[in-house]
């Protein structure tokens, strides 16, 4: 089971993280004239966050019971993601964007940083659980 210590480590660093790429996003947004709905931006940013979450806590059950098939459960879950969000909310969040460079930032954006967030506590977990 994971460690609370590691949970609390990844939220944090989720939040922070997901913090400072929002400030830079929308001030790059504004920077290059693109312009941002914040509302839909910010929904983006929650949900890509909520889904790490909720994948990140899927993954770590596992790891100490079936530490074998932990690749395909974060393939499976990263599908998951794709699918929730490009069913359920993207016709939501790109409703009234235009611009196809900055609407699929809305996305991309969140993701890859969620993604990597991801990545690295995952790695630190499995190092930790096998040393």
């Known amino acids: 089971m994971i460690k609370i210590r590691a949970l609390s480590r990844f939220l944090l660093s989720l939040f922070f993280l997901l913090a400072i790429a929002f400030g830079f996003h929308v001030w790059i947004l504004f920077e290059l004239e693109l312009g941002a709905e914040f509302s839909k931006l910010l929904l983006s940013y929650l949900i890509n966050g909520a889904a790490a979450i909720l994948l990140f806590r899927f993954i770590t059950i596992f790891i100490s019971k079936k530490s074998e098939i932990l690749g395909f459960l974060f393939l499976i879950g990263s599908l998951l993601k794709f699918i929730l969000f490009f069913s359920v909310f993207r016709p939501v969040i790109f409703a009234g964007l235009e611009d196809n460079k900055s609407s699929f930032s809305y996305f991309f954006v969140p993701y890859a940083v969620c ?11 499995l190092n930790n659980q096998y040393n």
């Open 115 to 125: 993604l990597s967030i991801e990545v690295f506590h995952l790695v630190k977990e």
